[in-house]
């Protein structure tokens, strides 16, 4: 089989990039520890480092490998659902529609799981937009899909600003979050570690559904894919896994567009390899991401969202260049 | 009890919009039968084969897989006893050529099961059908138009279906490898299978249908045998053009009777 070797290659590798991105992610930052600090204060709780380690670095940390996770799964499950690369929750704006849920939510006074429920919420009627307006007769045109992504980003945005004007003002600064993707307040919490290893779980007998559905409905359907079933699993999968994400980071972008298009490159099309690939690359690149966000410039801390977007931008430029989308 | 048709269609009606594409369509497909679906731009040719192919509902009518109504068919099960080429397949960009023709064998793989050798075996013999051994690596968007047609083909191939319904398959292909699809297709007629495939070039429907459905743009469909509907007259009537017929079976053409100017 081509590929084989480089598949378990880079998965090998991405396994250990995520153990040293970890390691990194705890050892850096205003009070720095060695590497070996770090490996000791993560097993012993009465070491002097333990707090900053575990309770600061290692919980946000973690968080944000969870978010970054999250956000390459739900790119990729878009990207084969609509045959289009340029698929992504933040550009199609079901980010912003999650983060509209979450912030209408949190401005009548809701906390908790109820937030995440109307972020879902949120997420879900994103998504029901795109499907409905982005496909014309035929298959899914790029065009219509980013002029769909960014007419509903807009309108989220519009009334992320509205409810923004509406709130309380020492409200404000927690609420900025959800706009540009921040994960100085991430904290760690089960839930989204445990929403990503679920869906991870119910994927891997579904693997070569996707593969077929990468070839468009009829053909899938035609070599047996109950693709209606599937194609609702899909689409609610990906709304769960993008609000989930934007509970913990706010609206991070471009991790699930630069992420499976890069893993994509390197190993081809099989979404058995795709998706443990996509998931380990994209917590690392967003824990990376936002180590950088919180030290290069300290101590002043951006947005993790500043950081992915200017990555992200040339990245979907230089996509959108390529003769072949 | 006599073989039941591996294929058949009764009295099929099918609708597109307000548009009435054919009436009360029936034919029998059997084992070692070619069938060519002929007839002018938008008449139905493909509404008509994704309907064989169960991947749309027929208006009216009833379709019948081996001697079983289709709907009685698990998705899988039917993938296993027909396949389909679509008229315009669409290509992810970063597959590569052996991911592309393996989806071909996802009928006879179990939910957890993975490709065997066997599989991979049956898809490298699928590439060497369409003149495409040593493209296994290849990414897809390297491929040139008739090279991803020919792709698409062995994923049908690799499928092993009793029935191959074919929208086009010659769509894109260079005169060679027209042939050898087509030769290909005759081989697994003899072996057991049956064709229904639509196509453009009425010289290739002479050469290898056995039977044929004229479709109208009125409506009005021919199905029986190629000797008796494929003749000057009656394409000249379908196609709206004046036709001759030169030669003799199996070589036998047709050619528009005035040249143009």
Not at chain 1, 87 to 106: E, N, R, T
Not at chain 1, 185 to 212: H, K, Q, Y
Not at chain 1, 241 to 247: H, P, Q, S
Not at chain 2, 144 to 164: H, N, W
Request: hydrophobic share 55%.
């Amino acid at each position: 089989m081509p590929f084989a070797e480089h598949r378990a290659a880079l998965l090998l590798l991405l396994v250990g990039l995520t153990g040293a991105g970890f390691l990194l992610a705890l050892g850096v930052g205003a009070l720095p520890l060695s590497v070996a600090t770090v490996w000791e204060a993560v097993w012993r709780p009465d070491h002097p480092a333990f707090p900053v380690v575990w309770g600061l670095r290692g919980a946000r940390a973690a968080a944000v490998w969870c978010a970054g996770a999250l956000l390459a799964l739900a790119g990729l499950l878009m990207q084969t659902l609509l045959r289009n690369p340029l698929a992504d929750p933040y550009v199609l704006g079901v980010s912003s529609g999650a983060a509209v849920g979450a912030l209408a939510a949190i401005v009548l006074g809701a906390a908790g799981l109820t937030v995440a429920a109307a972020a879902f919420a949120g997420a879900v009627v994103v998504m029901a937009l795109v499907f409905a307006l982005a496909r014309g007769a035929g298959p899914w045109s790029a065009t219509r899909l980013i002029l769909t992504g960014v007419i509903v980003a807009a309108g989220a945005s519009a009334v992320v600003a509205l409810l923004l004007t509406l709130a309380p003002e020492q409200r404000l600064h927690s609420m900025l979050f959800w706009l540009m993707g921040d994960a100085s307040g991430a904290a760690f919490s089960p839930w989204p570690m445990a929403t990503l290893i679920v869906a991870s779980l119910l994927l891997v007998p579904w693997g070569r559904d996707l593969n077929a559905l990468a070839y468009g409905e009829a053909t899938a359907q035609s070599v047996g894919v109950p693709v209606a079933q599937l194609r609702w699993g899909l689409y609610l999968l990906a709304s769960l896994l993008t609000a989930t994400a934007v509970t913990l980071v706010g609206s991070v972008g471009f991790v699930g567009l630069i992420v499976p298009h890069a893993v994509r490159i390197m190993i081809g099309n099989d979404h058995r390899w795709l998706i443990p690939c996509s998931i380990l690359a994209g917590g690392t690149l967003l824990m990376v991401a936002d180590t950088a966000a919180r030290t290069l410039w300290a101590p002043l801390q951006l947005p993790v969202g500043i950081v992915t977007a200017l990555l992200g931008v040339p990245f979907f430029l230089w996509l959108l260049a390529r003769a072949r989308i | 009890m006599p073989t039941p048709p591996l294929l058949a269609a009764d009295a099929l009606t099918l609708t597109l919009g307000h548009r009435t594409l054919c009436r009360g369509l029936s034919l029998s497909v059997h084992s070692g039968e070619w069938w060519v679906v002929l007839g002018p731009n938008g008449v139905g040719k493909s509404t008509l084969l994704a309907t064989l192919a169960g991947l749309r509902r027929a208006t009216a009518g009833a379709i019948t897989l081996a001697g079983r109504p289709l709907t009685q068919w698990s998705a899988r099960e039917q993938a296993q006893r027909r396949g389909w080429l679509a008229q315009s397949p669409f290509f992810p960009s970063e597959a590569t050529v052996l991911e592309a023709v393996l989806v071909g064998r996802h009928p006879y793989l179990s939910r957890w099961g993975w490709e065997t050798a066997a599989d991979v075996a049956i898809a490298r013999e699928a590439l060497a059908a369409v003149d495409l051994t040593g493209f296994e690596a290849r990414r897809l968007h390297t491929l040139s138009g008739g090279e991803k047609q020919r792709v698409a083909i062995a994923t049908l191939l690799a499928q092993q279906p009793d029935v191959y319904l074919l929208d086009e398959p010659t769509n894109h292909l260079d005169l060679r490898h027209q042939r050898q699809v087509l030769e290909q297709l005759a081989a697994r007629c003899r072996a057991g299978a049956a064709v229904i495939a639509a196509l453009h070039d009425l010289n290739w429907a002479a050469r290898y249908a056995t039977h044929a459905v004229l479709l109208s743009p009125d409506g009005d469909t021919e199905v029986g045998e190629a000797a008796t509907l494929l003749t000057a007259e009656r394409l000249s009537t379908l196609y709206g053009l004046s036709l001759v017929a030169c030669g003799n079976p199996p070589r036998r053409h047709f050619v528009p009777a005035e040249a143009g100017t």
